[in-house]
């Protein structure tokens, strides 16, 4: 993953890497993205020390192009310093990474009205950003509750080692 990374994207040696990952929004022909402007705003506010990878759902990108690798998604996991996502499952791939996660949901409160949640969303361990403006000051901290944060994601951790012990896919 490292090798191609950077060969891929040579710039972003000696950088730390963000990758924000939206969840799919939308129907399939009509896909959107929400917060693009917060990301923008982000990679901005942050200049040069990060490097930040916008990868958005194929169905979006097929319709308008806003993603910037074409690395795929799980194979940018192990290479970031931190995710930066909203409801997305990619949350339980990163989880077994232990490594720091955003969730950044500034439509959180109509999502939890319309959609709703297959566990309590404040037990996945990643601090949660309801507006863009505080992104930047927690994208570059490490969690304050180490200990928490530990205990979360052992949590899902759990649930993916039960699920596999259980036959799933």
């Known amino acids: 993953c490292y090798k191609l990374f950077y060969e891929k994207h ?3 040696k000696g950088k730390k890497i963000a990758l924000w990952a939206p969840t799919f929004r939308g129907k399939a022909n009509n896909p959107f993205i929400l917060g693009k402007e917060y990301i923008d705003k982000l990679k901005d506010d942050l200049g040069n020390e990060w490097f930040v990878i916008t990868k958005a759902h194929p169905h979006l990108d097929a319709k308008e192009h806003i993603s910037d690798s074409d ?7 192990p290479i970031v310093d931190i995710l930066i ?3 997305s499952s990619i949350i339980f791939d990163y989880a077994l990474l232990n490594k720091p996660l955003i969730l950044f949901v500034p439509d959180y409160y109509e999502y939890v009205q319309t959609r709703g949640f297959y566990i309590p969303y404040k037990s996945i361990p990643g601090r949660i950003v309801k507006k863009g403006e505080k992104k930047e000051q927690h994208n570059t901290k490490k969690p304050k509750k180490k200990k928490q944060y530990l205990k979360k994601n052992q949590t899902i951790q759990n649930l993916w080692k039960n699920h ?6």
Do not use: K, Q, R
Not at 71 to 77: A, C, F, Q, R, Y
Not at 164 to 169: H, N, Q, R, S, V
């Open 71 to 77: 690395i795929s998604t799980e194979e940018l996991l």
């Open 10 to 12: 040579p710039e972003v």
């Open 164 to 169: 596999l012990m259980a036959g799933g896919e």
């Open 85 to 87: 996502t909203d409801y």
